[in-house]
């Protein structure tokens, strides 16, 4: 008796202290203003993925019948000071900015090769300098999936 005990307060004390935060929300947004798509900072060690993810976030929120305007840069941004200085450059418009970086965007070794995506968006209001929403996004996918697949999916779920 006193061994089932023992084994289940063990079992009971190993489980209370699992985790997981799963939280599939969507965010809506004004469609009446306009949304200056800034470079996603990259992370990353692939290159060009926050130019990718930048031009797959304009692509679902143009889907959505938002009105995007891509601010385009030279170079792959690799640090937030720069994405603040191209920020401040556009301040003072009359819209919505949209910053981001990407933490991660890779296939996973192994047989299967599964592609991992986690970025961050950031929505300030470029009038007043505050934030709008903000949110991290992050999905594995299936062996089958490319990078632009899951992030448009976790895209299109996260976006109305």
Do not use: H
């Not at 307060?9 to 799963?22: D, K, M």
């Not at 900072?41 to 976030?57: D, F, H, L, R």
């Not at 200085?85 to 090769?113: C, H, M, P, Q, S």
């Amino acid at each position: 008796m006193k061994v089932r005990f023992v084994m289940l307060l063990f079992l009971v004390l190993l489980t209370s202290c699992a985790t997981v935060i799963n939280r599939e929300a969507s965010i809506s947004l004004p469609k009446d203003k306009t949304y200056y798509l800034l470079p996603f900072v990259n992370y990353t060690e692939s290159p060009k993925a926050g130019m990718k993810v930048q031009s797959i976030v304009a692509g679902v929120l143009q889907s959505k019948g938002y009105k995007v305007v891509l601010v385009p840069t030279e170079e792959e941004l690799t640090d937030e000071k720069k994405l603040e200085e191209l920020y401040t450059k556009t301040k003072g418009k009359k819209g919505i900015a949209v910053l981001g970086t990407v933490n991660e965007w890779r296939y996973k070794t192994g047989i299967d090769g599964e592609p991992a995506v986690s970025i961050t968006l950031r929505f300030v209001d470029m009038e007043t300098d505050k934030p709008i929403n903000s949110m991290v996004l992050s999905r594995s996918g299936w062996s089958y999936e490319s990078l632009g697949v899951v992030t448009q999916r976790i895209l299109n779920k996260a976006i109305e």
